[in-house]
C-alpha cells in the first residue's frame, strides 16, 4: 500500500524539520516547500493527499496559496498560524482551507486533525450521491460530477461552496441551521466559529450572480440559518 503524501509548506526550515519529523514517523511521506510558489509548482507536478499550509511567508502568504490551489484543486488544506485571531481563521476557511491549527500546537491535536481531514476526504470521494442533474430556473447542478452551470455556463466553486450549495438544494425548502451546516459540512469534531458558513455563503451568491443568476437561491431564514429557494417555490 503506497504511502500517503504530505506537503510542508513553511518559510522556516525548523517548523518544516519538526513537521517531517512527527509525520515520517507516522507513515507520511513528506515533500517540502519553503515558499508558496515553490509550494504550487510542486502541486502542478505531484498529486498530494493533504497539505499543511502556513499562513505568514514572504513571497506569497498561505491566504494567497489557498486561493490559487481552490481554483484547480480540493485536496485537503490545513492551515498553520501562530495569529489566533476568530476573524483569521474565519478568512481562511471562507476562501477555502479545510481546517486551522494555531502555532504552538502538540504532535497529537496535529495528527488528529490530519487524520479527520484524510477521513472527511475520503467518505466524500466515495460517497458521491448517484444523481441526475438537479435543475432550477437558471442553475443546473451536476452532485457526481461535482459541477454548477448557470444558463450552460460552468462556474467554478470551492469544495465548501459547492457542498453549501448541493446539501440546501437537495434538501428544498428545508432551512438549515448553521450549526448543522457546519456538521455536515466539517464534521462533528469541527471546534471553529459557525460564522464561517456566512463567508461560504456570501462567497457562492457572489459566484452565482457573477456568471448571471438572476435571483438568489440560498435565502437567510433570520433567527435559523438558510434555505434553497428558487422563484415559484411556494413559502
Not at 102 to 119: C, H, N, V, W
Request: hydrophobic content about 40%; overall charge negative; glycine content about 6%.
Amino acid at each position: 500500500m503506497s504511502k500517503l503524501q504530505v506537503l510542508i509548506v513553511d518559510d522556516e526550515w525548523n517548523m518544516r524539520n519538526l513537521l517531517r519529523i512527527y509525520l515520517i514517523k507516522e507513515g507520511f511521506q513528506v515533500k517540502e516547500a519553503a515558499t508558496g510558489r515553490e509550494a504550487l509548482s510542486m502541486i502542478q507536478k505531484d498529486d498530494f493527499d493533504i497539505i499543511l499550509l502556513d499562513v505568514m511567508m514572504p513571497d506569497m502568504d498561505g491566504w494567497q496559496v489557498c486561493k490559487v490551489i481552490r481554483e484547480t484543486d480540493t485536496v485537503p488544506i490545513l492551515m498553520l498560524t501562530a495569529r489566533s485571531e476568530t476573524r483569521d481563521k474565519v478568512h481562511g476557511l471562507g476562501i477555502g482551507a479545510d481546517d486551522y491549527l494555531t502555532k504552538p500546537f502538540d504532535s497529537e491535536e496535529l495528527l488528529a486533525r490530519i487524520y479527520s481531514l484524510l477521513r472527511r476526504s475520503t467518505i466524500n470521494q466515495i460517497t458521491q450521491p448517484e444523481e441526475r442533474a438537479l435543475s432550477f430556473p437558471q442553475l443546473t447542478i451536476l452532485p457526481e460530477g461535482r459541477e454548477v452551470r448557470v444558463q450552460d455556463a460552468q462556474v467554478e466553486l470551492t469544495q465548501k461552496e459547492f457542498d453549501l450549495l448541493a446539501t440546501l438544494s437537495q434538501s428544498r425548502q428545508r432551512a438549515f441551521s448553521r450549526e448543522e451546516l457546519v456538521e455536515k459540512l466539517w464534521g462533528f469534531d469541527y471546534e471553529g466559529e459557525t460564522r464561517v458558513v456566512d463567508t461560504h455563503i456570501k462567497n457562492l451568491r457572489e459566484k452565482l450572480q457573477k456568471a448571471g443568476m438572476t435571483y438568489n437561491p440560498v435565502q437567510t431564514v433570520w433567527g435559523v440559518g438558510y434555505k434553497f429557494h428558487v422563484p415559484g417555490d411556494i413559502e
